[in-house]
T-cell receptor, first 112, second 110 residues
Framework: DSGVTQTPKHLITATGQRVTLRCSPRSGDLSVYWYQQSLDQGLQFLIH???????AKGNILERFSAQQFPDLHSELNLSSLELGDSALYFC???????????FGQGTRLTVV | GEDVEQSLFLSVREGDSSVINCTYT??????LYWYKQEPGAGLQLLTY???NMDMKQDQRLTVLLNKKDKHLSLRIADTQTGDSAIYFC??????????WGAGTKLIIKP
């Protein structure tokens, strides 16, 4: 158990809908990262938050947004969903030390 | 910009050693990491090496770092079927950023 919790584990929704994915980082970790992993593909970095502030953006679509709350949990909002948004979405948290980032089990999103 | 490259596949026989390679471009990396992802699971940190080290050994795992060539490798001794997974290389650069390779799928032949 990495200590990072993501909910829900699975989500099936229709095109055009909006969903929210939630991440609770490891206790004390200030950094939260979101990644998208499509079938047979590597990790696509979406966004990084540190202590409530956005630190870096990757290839995140304008239809996607995220935030990190004062209690350090984070949410990734995906709107106007398309079939191509079907993927595994991972959250990772880090204390910024040599330990690196710790990953949640992911949310598998299926858009039908 | 920063980039990390890995081969997409590696096939080895059970019991042999596996060597997974990675090259990176950012010479200011502080730490370099190897993660393992089993099917349907999240990424699990396997090991890491500080950029001023050349080698790190942890049981069946040996990490070699050639900073001059910006080359990182992960050797798994006595490869078992349980080692089948995707292995990701990542480098830590400034501002808590992690740059990831595309992952190498390790296939074990009986």
């Amino acid at each position: 158990d990495s200590g990072v919790t993501q909910t829900p584990k699975h989500l099936i929704t229709a095109t055009g809908q909006r969903v929210t994915l939630r991440c609770s980082p490891r206790s004390g970790d200030l950094s939260v990262y979101w990644y998208q992993q499509s079938l047979d593909q590597g990790l696509q970095f979406l966004i990084h938050y540190y202590n409530g502030e956005e630190r870096a953006k990757g290839n995140i679509l304008e239809r996607f947004s995220a935030q990190q709350f004062p209690d350090l949990h984070s949410e990734l909002n995906l709107s106007s969903l398309e079939l191509g948004d079907s993927a595994l979405y991972f959250c990772a948290s880090s204390a910024g030390t040599a330990e690196g980032a710790f990953f949640g089990q992911g949310t598998r999103l299926t858009v039908v | 910009g920063e980039d990390v490259e890995q081969s997409l596949f590696l096939s080895v026989r059970e019991g042999d050693s596996s060597v997974i390679n990675c090259t990176y471009t950012d010479s200011s990396s502080t730490y370099l990491y190897w993660y393992k992802q089993e099917p349907g699971a999240g990424l699990q940190l396997l090991t890491y090496i500080f950029s001023n080290m050349d080698m790190k050994q942890d049981q069946r795992l040996t990490v070699l770092l050639n900073k001059k060539d910006k080359h990182l490798s992960l050797r798994i001794a006595d490869t078992q079927t349980g080692d089948s997974a995707i292995y990701f290389c990542a480098e830590s650069i400034g501002n808590y950023q992690l740059i990831w390779g595309a992952g190498t799928k390790l296939i074990i032949k009986p």
